[in-house]
DNA sequence: CCACATAATGGTCAAAAAGACCACTTATGA
DNA sequence: TCATAAGTGGTCTTTTTGACCATTATGTGG
């Protein structure tokens, strides 16, 4: 997986006031990229090296282009951040108050993402201080309204995780029930049983086996399953709603 | 309550591009403002009277001033157009492509409102095509991408009140379980059993009963309620979701 | 004054889902 | 071989859902 971090544009940042050719001026796109690892679930952060908040944390960001969608440029953003395409992404709302930056009116239009593991592998091993996976639980102080925003955020991902099933694109292709268990509980910060998460799961009939095990696991090894988007679509047509 | 509909600025309208003192340039507010009169889920439509768009019907909106959020914006619109204030408004969220209006670029960020019967009375009776209540479910051909708009606005309002109790806000202060019960199927477009209905409101103990019958009804008089939002927070406290 | 229509209200009952808990299986490292 | 960690299957009770029937209250029209 393609990574750019080191040629993140960090001049079309939105923490710098200044904006770049083609920009509109006083509208920026933020983005709240999720992750998950090791159990617990992360937020790539940005620090700023240069211009007037040079040290501060920040969610990533950048200026909206005039011939660029604003879904567009949310994923130019991302991409240009980390190199990754295709990526589950969607708007979360737009912030407007009228200080939210100071000596300028600035309204930003804020996304948020979701990404798998085995697409961030490289970013994680980035020890620079400019791009970091924090842990949501664990951060404060970010410029501007940004603690607000990734509130925002991790408020409407815990809601929509429940009731849609978008929380496979924060696992690898291939996962196991227990992971999958791990992931809900890390994020809406419950404990679940584990045979009856087991058997919601396979009730639904939403999980595909991939007829594969895990490999070098210091037990019994888990199926392996995937999930698939047609047999998703499927199901709500008939009128199924992913319920946890 | 007050109305002032004839002295909606008609001028600041999204639909027409010439921006005011003091708008933003590129940025739009529009609102979907949902009302419930007899049975059917309403929206405030207006129909522009000048212009380039004249005679085209459109919803109601206008530009954001440097000087007020954006969430103060949408309530200054809708307080043009209606008189109303205080009413419950909630951002859908930013429309951005680079073609939703021709020759210029204008993103413009939606919210839709809920208005009760009791408040939009005297708007209801204005026969005038500037601005008119239609049914949801029979609109089309509206200016710019407010199909789409609309159709989004729809979609959230459907999700959010079977999971957030802001239906009430469509209805009058006080309302027999029937008239609750009428709204969301009206909603939700589906058919409720009544004591099923019934019993499942009264279980999550939110609504007041306050004291008072129906007046002057040919049958058995029903009990009003009212919603109480001091009540549903102590409940969300302790951990209450509310559900259909 | 008496049926009648309409809606409120109360009750039952079976099916389905949720939740708690126990028991056993399987693969690996010590 | 044994302890361990995780997978897997099962049971049981409680809750919730949904369908349906019965009764009660209130104004209307004959």
Redesign the interface.
């Known amino acids: 997986m393609n990574n750019r971090v080191e040629e993140a544009p960090l001049t079309f940042i939105s923490g710098e006031i200044r904006t770049g050719p083609g920009a509109?001026?006083?509208?920026s796109i933020d983005c709240v990229i999720f992750g998950f690892h090791q159990g617990r679930l992360k937020v790539l952060c940005v620090k700023y090296a240069i211009g007037p908040h040079a040290g501060c944390w920040a969610l990533p960001g950048g200026w909206?282009h005039?011939?660029?969608?604003?879904?567009g440029s949310a994923a130019r953003h991302l991409r240009d951040l980390t190199g990754l395409e295709d990526i589950y992404m969607e708007?979360l709302?737009?912030?407007?108050?009228?200080d939210r930056v100071p000596d300028s009116?600035i309204?930003t239009?804020a996304y948020y993402a979701l990404v798998r593991p085995e697409d961030y592998e490289l970013i994680i091993g980035y020890t620079t201080t400019d791009v970091q996976w924090r842990d949501v639980d664990n951060i404060s102080g970010l410029i501007f309204d940004h603690d607000e925003i990734l509130r925002c955020a991790l408020q409407s991902l815990r809601?929509k995780v429940r009731?849609e099933p978008i929380g496979f694109n924060l696992l690898p292709k291939k996962f196991t029930l227990l992971q999958l268990q791990e992931l809900y509980e890390a994020i809406l910060n419950v404990k679940l049983d584990k045979p009856n998460f087991r058997r919601k799961m396979s009730k639904m009939k939403l999980l595909v086996p991939c007829g594969e095990k895990q490999q070098h696991v210091a037990h019994r090894a888990a199926e392996l399953y995937r999930f698939d988007e047609a047999i998703y679509q499927r199901l709500c047509e008939q009128g199924f709603t992913f319920e946890v």
């Open positions: 509109m001026q006083n509208l909206l005039n011939a660029e969608s604003i879904d708007q709302q737009a912030f407007g108050s009228v009116r309204v239009i809601h009731h």
